[in-house]
């Protein structure tokens, strides 16, 4: 982080003093004198992101955050997870999540769509406003997806991959269309799977979710460089 420079000026009374006094002023206004403000990262999405079942610190977003401290971005992640949310509920609720202060933004749902079998054209639309809304914003958008199971038959499946890889390209998002990858790529019946997710077996453990940060994190870099 920038800082701003210890300046030998003291402010004194006195014409010459109130000189140096606005020259000193002056040089702390400059661009890039001033101390930089950290960039912020909304991460809009689910139990995922939230950090069901984990310890305080050992979540997605203080994960993620550490990682990304660790690998030199200066920035704060904001953890707008909402356990149980779908893309209905993260569209109604994007408004609000974001603020003037806001640099870059995460979009990390769709999981509890699946859960519920919602039709792969509602969960687009809500994606599709939610990108608008950031684009209207001029923010950079990292998309986060999960793959449909296969027990809802091809043509479901087909649709709701295929509209990660669609919203990415219409919106010139960056996409990791698989959140979970790191983890689906674990043999089920290998022991470092079972040890990786949670006894619900749908959440991932503070482990599973060092995968996924690992996986996550170079993408995330790539989205803060898009940013300001």
Do not use: C
């Amino acid at each position: 982080m920038l800082r701003a420079p210890v300046l030998p000026v003291s402010f004194r009374y006195g014409a010459r003093a109130r000189l140096r006094n606005l020259l000193a002023a002056a040089l702390l206004a400059l661009p890039g004198l001033a101390a930089a403000e950290p960039l912020e990262l909304v991460a809009l999405g689910d139990s995922l992101t939230q950090g069901y079942g984990l310890p305080e610190g050992e979540g997605l977003v203080p994960q993620l955050q550490a990682w990304l401290l660790a690998n030199g971005a200066d920035v704060r992640v904001v953890n707008a997870g909402v356990s149980g949310d779908t893309t209905a509920g993260g569209r109604a609720r994007l408004g609000w999540s974001l603020t003037d202060q806001t640099d870059a933004l995460m979009i990390a749902l769709g999981g509890n769509d699946l859960l519920r079998g919602l039709p792969p054209t509602e969960s687009r639309a809500n994606l599709e406003a939610m990108l608008t809304e950031a684009q209207g914003r001029d923010l950079p958008v990292l998309l986060v997806g999960l793959p449909a199971p296969g027990n809802y038959g091809p043509d479901y499946k087909a649709e709701f991959d295929g509209m990660w890889h669609d919203l990415a390209a219409r919106f010139d998002a960056l996409l990791v269309p698989n959140l979970l990858a790191p983890i689906m790529d674990l043999a089920p019946e290998d022991r470092a799977r079972r040890e990786v997710m949670q006894d619900d077996n749908i959440h991932p453990s503070a482990a599973g979710v060092a995968l996924i940060v690992a996986a996550l994190g170079p993408p995330v870099l790539e989205l803060l460089g898009r940013a300001r």
